[in-house]
């Protein structure tokens, strides 16, 4: 079975361009998650979605973020305009409801993103 | 809000040592999970503990739901060279789904 599949794998941009992060979740998985991780701040919850609906945006820097999941199987995590401070290893992950019982999640490969 | 403080923050060692490592928070979690990170991936769940004193093995690895639910230790046996890498806990509160992590703990095995 596929896991968690995140794209762009890489991405390097410049200052002021807009960013969009892709992620599908594991298949009849209906919890989402996106996390950014740097090495000064470690793994920081961003967003999470439960069935498509954004349940806890609390991590969400700041107004140039922002998260989709317009479906069960496809999220986006979109930057505009981003800033060099952005850069950074980005993961979603995805669990079942009983995830939010067991907790377990599954991450994605990330999308490491430069800003120039 | 919550925190975890995961300790220590790196570990050299040398092959066939025993490993631990611990996290603490100053709240209360439901369900306390162990993470590998490898270079360039992303976090593998090795543990998962439900029930505050639960004791789990993995293979090598064990880890313990802290019986107050504020900590939880995991401990790598006869560590080898590929149990190189970054170590996060995470712990999940009441109500929600919320995960939080560890702030992660390297691991250097030297053969």
């Known amino acids: 079975d596929a896991g968690v599949i995140q794209s762009p794998r890489h991405e390097v941009t410049e200052m002021g361009q807009e960013v969009t992060l892709r992620c599908k979740p594991i298949s009849g998985h209906n919890s989402l998650f996106w996390y950014r991780q740097t090495m000064m701040r470690g793994l920081e919850l961003l967003i999470y979605f439960n069935n498509n609906v954004p349940i806890d945006d609390s991590g969400m820097p700041e107004d140039r973020f922002s998260a989709k999941m317009p479906n069960a199987s496809f999220s986006t995590l979109k930057i505009q305009p981003s800033e060099p401070r952005d850069s950074a290893v980005y993961f979603c992950?995805?669990?079942?409801?009983?995830?939010?019982?067991?907790?377990?999640?599954?991450f994605g490969e990330g999308s490491r993103l430069t800003v120039l | 809000g919550q925190q975890l403080n995961q300790s220590p923050q790196s570990m050299f060692i040398q092959e066939g040592e025993d490993v631990s490592m611990n996290c603490t928070s100053s709240s209360i979690f439901n369900t306390w999970l162990w993470y590998k990170q490898d270079p360039g991936e992303g976090p593998v769940l090795l543990i998962a503990l439900y029930k505050a004193g639960e004791l789990t093995s993995n293979g090598r690895l064990t880890a313990q739901f802290g019986i107050t639910r504020k900590d939880s230790f995991l401990n790598i046996s006869a560590s080898i060279p590929s149990d190189v890498g970054i170590y996060f806990c995470a712990g999940r509160g009441t109500g929600g789904f919320k995960t939080i992590f560890g702030a992660g703990t390297r691991l250097f095995v030297k053969a």
């Open positions: 992950a995805s669990s079942t409801s009983g995830g939010a019982i067991t907790g377990e999640l599954f």
